[in-house]
Nanobody, 122 residues
Framework: VQLQASGGGLVQTGDSLRLSCAAS????????MGWFRQAPGKEREFVAA??????YYRESVKGRFTISRDNTKNTMSLQMNNLNPEDTAVYYC??????????????????WGQGTLVTVSS
């Protein structure tokens, strides 16, 4: 399995970006896909996940970010609206089969993309 993240860039506060993650290989065995992010000097943190059609978000992005998955195309997207400087980070897509209680834990995911940098200027 391979994951390829794309769509990052430099934007201003209040702007929008759409991240994409293209998956290849035997992905049908994995029910959950997620986005994590890592800001400079900080640990990688959960952003959003989609599992069997249900979506989950960290509190700070609820109402601004929308995760979606297209199983026919083996892709996942993260629509990010109303971005602010606190959203600046490298964003990683992930694939795995975490149980529901571990959905927000990076160690529960088996495969990772290479990351795409999102920079939000004030």
């Amino acid at each position: 399995v391979q994951l390829q993240a794309s769509g990052g860039g430099l934007v201003q506060t209040g702007d929008s970006l759409r991240l994409s993650c293209a998956a290849s290989g035997r992905t049908f065995n994995y029910r959950s896909m997620g986005w994590f992010r890592q800001a400079p000097g900080k640990e990688r943190e959960f952003v959003a996940a989609i599992r069997s059609g249900y979506t989950y978000y960290r509190e700070s992005v609820k109402g601004r970010f929308t995760i979606s998955r297209d199983n026919t195309k083996n892709t996942m997207s993260l629509q990010m609206n109303n971005l602010n400087p606190e959203d600046t980070a490298v964003y990683y897509c992930a694939l795995g089969n975490p149980i529901l209680s571990q959905l927000r834990e990076r160690t529960a995911y088996a495969y990772w993309g290479q990351g795409t940098l999102v920079t939000v200027s004030s």
